[in-house]
């Protein structure tokens, strides 16, 4: 008897699917099967992270999970910052990471941690105390285009109910968004197309899509983001 579910898995090519969707799918391959069994096909590729539910009677083809680190001299300095700050809601990412997405070889050399509005200020005193390089407080495209040198961390606020981690890690349901909604990659670069990179972003790594349309509806970008990801938009330059 073949593997049911290692059959079925080979077929998944969608992101998404509803339930009805998946037994369709395995009523084309078994079509003696009853309810109870595709059920049970279905917790089975569950159980195997091959599917994720997200509610509402919707699965999510299973991906590689997605990690951002703190790294170089920068993450050190954030990290030292999370851990001495009491009750500090935080997020950091370092720009090496999009410049690799983007492959930009000479993209920017900086960092971007985001604090929560209260712990703005505690936090840039604190990064000037224990880092030897520029620290940029909410800076204004002038600023960045003038002042940034070589290693700054941008320090700005947090925007509410951002998908981070706890040790101060962005997800990648943030980072999509970001690159959409946020001034400041608009502002790094200015001639960079990210519709591209998005999708293979959400291609390659397993995207929770009900935190990515939460926080894409919080920053009025939901249907931009939604058109990026099914390729209607295939010149987003942030603009």
Not at 12 to 32: A, H, M, N, V
Not at 98 to 115: A, F, K, M, R, T
Not at 117 to 133: D, V
């Amino acid at each position: 008897m073949p593997d049911q579910t290692s059959l079925i898995s080979d077929l998944l090519t969608k992101d998404l699917y509803s339930r009805t969707d998946l037994y369709d799918l395995i009523f084309r391959c078994f079509p003696t099967y009853n309810e109870n069994s595709c059920n049970w096909i279905i917790g089975t590729l569950c159980k195997k992270g091959l599917l994720f539910p997200i509610g509402n009677g919707i699965f999510q083809r299973g991906k590689k999970e997605w990690a951002a680190e703190l790294e170089g001299l920068s993450g050190k300095a954030a990290r030292r910052t999370i851990d001495e700050m009491a009750n500090l809601k935080a997020a950091f990412l370092s720009l090496n990471y999009v410049n690799d997405l983007c492959e930009l070889g000479n993209g920017p050399d900086c960092s971007i941690l985001e604090v929560d509005k209260g712990n703005l200020f505690p936090a840039y005193m604190k990064l000037r105390e224990t880092y030897r390089k520029d620290v940029l407080l909410t800076p204004t495209e002038h600023e960045l285009n003038f002042y940034m040198r070589p290693g700054a961390i941008i320090l700005k606020p947090l925007f509410s109910k951002a998908p981070v981690k706890r040790d101060g890690t962005i997800c990648i349901e943030k980072l999509i968004v970001d690159l959409v909604a946020d001034r400041i990659f608009h502002w790094l670069y200015p001639d960079v197309d990210f519709g591209e990179p998005i999708r293979e972003l959400a291609d390659k790594y397993f995207v929770n899509y009900s935190h990515l349309n939460n926080y894409a509806k919080r920053r009025r970008c939901e249907d931009l983001i939604t058109n990026i990801l099914e390729g209607k938009n295939n010149e987003f330059n942030g603009r």
